[in-house]
Every structure is written in structure tokens, then in C-alpha cells.
């Protein structure tokens, strides 16, 4: 119940496309949604993040989609550009907990 | 400003052996948390000490211990190192105790190898 669940594992995009990452959770308790990008040899960094009382949330380039009832969650990549190849993970906490439960990650290649 | 930063980023230790990892979090975070992180997987949640007590255990043996100083950097110590032990470290900062509480901000990483 604690498991975040994210696919696709590998993703390939075409430069200017749309990027699309899934995740699903099962504890409902989970109040808090972040989205992390990873580049090689550096540490994850917020890229973006949702609380359970909006569906949706923008920031330039980048939108989480949050269906509270599927218990799913997405990122979505508008305008995918080279430099957005990396690996990124889906995240989800509760206001009890300390930890963030991770994503297995997805790692997204976009071609030019 | 500096971020969290890490030391060492990277070490190599044979089966049975100790490490001892270190980090410096951000000026005025006063929470640290430690992040285990397997090579194609994402990071498994080990400690986090706010407030130099702790808040958070994950599931860890007992071989993984922290400390946080009154400086708020932290340390990480590994006993009887195995095999499996081997991955990037993370450390990450932030403002507040819970998770959902804010960013968390992460350093690059501890790189331990076990042979």
C-alpha cells in the first residue's frame, strides 16, 4: 500500500513532441504529489508538485495531471526538447509520514 | 549559495568494512534526510532528523545509523558493509520536518561501491 507505481520505464520522444509519465498509488493518506528530474551524476531535483485539491497544475512547460478517484497521477512534457532527457520520478507522501515514496523512475530520451 | 553538499562523492570499501558519509545542508534548513538510491530505481527513504532528533526511520537494518549535529549537518554510518550496500547516497534539506512539507533539496550524492 505504501508503493508509488510509475511506467513507462523507458520513454523515446521526438524533439517538440509531448512526454507523458504515469504513476498510480494505493494509500489514500498520500497528500502530497512531487515530480523529480534526475540528470546523470547529480541528485533528483523538484521539477513540479500537487496536492489532492486540484486536478491540475502548470508550470511553463511542464503540467500535472491528478485524478483522485483513479488514484493516478501525470506528468505531462509540453514542447519536449533535448534538454528534458533525463530520468524523471513521480513522488507521493502524507502529512504523517516523513519519507517521500518513490517511483521506480522513467528515463526519457528526446530525439532532435 | 551554496546547496547540500556531500563528502565523499565517491568511495570504494570492501564486505565487512565501515563508512561514515557526511552532509552539509542548506544555510537555515534545519532537516536532513538520508535516501539510499540503487542503480535504476528510485531512492529508498533511510533516515531524516529534524531539529537534530529523529523523525524517520525507514526499513534499514540496524548496520545504518545517523546523527545530526548541532550545526544541522549530518552524518551516515554503514556497519559490516555487504554487497548489496552498494549505491548513491543521497542527502536532501528542507525547511520543515514532513515530507509534504516543502522542497526538498538534494545533494549530488555519495557514490559507495562495496567490494
Known amino acids: 500500500q505504501q508503493q508509488v507505481k510509475q511506467s513507462p520505464q523507458s520513454l523515446i520522444v521526438q524533439k517538440g513532441g509531448i512526454s507523458i509519465i504515469n504513476c498510480a498509488y494505493e494509500?489514500?493518506?498520500?497528500?502530497?504529489f512531487p515530480w523529480y528530474q534526475q540528470f546523470p551524476g547529480k541528485g533528483p531535483a523538484l521539477l513540479i508538485a500537487?496536492?489532492?485539491d486540484v486536478s491540475e497544475k502548470k508550470e511553463g512547460r511542464f503540467t500535472i495531471s491528478f485524478n483522485k478517484s483513479a488514484k493516478q497521477f501525470s506528468l505531462h512534457i509540453m514542447d519536449s526538447q533535448p534538454g528534458d532527457s533525463a530520468t524523471y520520478f513521480c513522488?507521493?507522501?502524507?502529512?504523517?509520514?516523513?519519507?517521500?515514496?518513490w517511483g521506480a523512475g522513467t528515463k526519457l530520451i528526446i530525439k532532435p | 549559495d551554496a546547496g547540500v553538499t556531500q563528502s565523499p562523492t565517491h568511495l570504494i570499501k570492501t564486505r565487512g568494512q565501515h563508512v561514515t558519509l557526511r552532509c552539509s545542508p542548506i544555510?537555515?534548513?534545519?532537516?536532513v534526510s538520508w535516501y539510499q538510491q540503487v542503480l535504476g530505481q528510485g531512492p529508498q527513504f533511510i533516515f531524516q532528523?529534524?531539529?537534530?532528533?529523529?523523525?524517520g526511520r525507514g526499513n534499514f537494518p540496524d548496520r545504518f545509523s545517523a546523527r545530526q549535529f548541532p550545526n544541522y549537518s549530518s552524518e551516515l554510518n554503514v556497519n559490516a558493509l555487504l554487497l548489496g550496500d552498494s549505491a548513491l547516497y543521497l542527502c536532501?534539506?528542507?525547511?520543515?520536518?514532513?515530507?509534504?512539507?516543502?522542497?526538498?533539496?538534494f545533494g549530488e550524492g555519495s557514490r559507495l561501491t562495496v567490494l
Open positions: 532528523y529534524y531539529e537534530k532528533e529523529e523523525r
Open positions: 500537487i496536492r489532492p
Open positions: 513522488a507521493a507522501s502524507n502529512s504523517s509520514n516523513y519519507q517521500l515514496i
Open positions: 494509500n489514500t493518506a498520500f497528500d502530497y
Open positions: 536532501a534539506s528542507s525547511l520543515g520536518a514532513g515530507a509534504n512539507t516543502g522542497e526538498l533539496f
Open positions: 544555510s537555515g534548513h534545519k532537516s
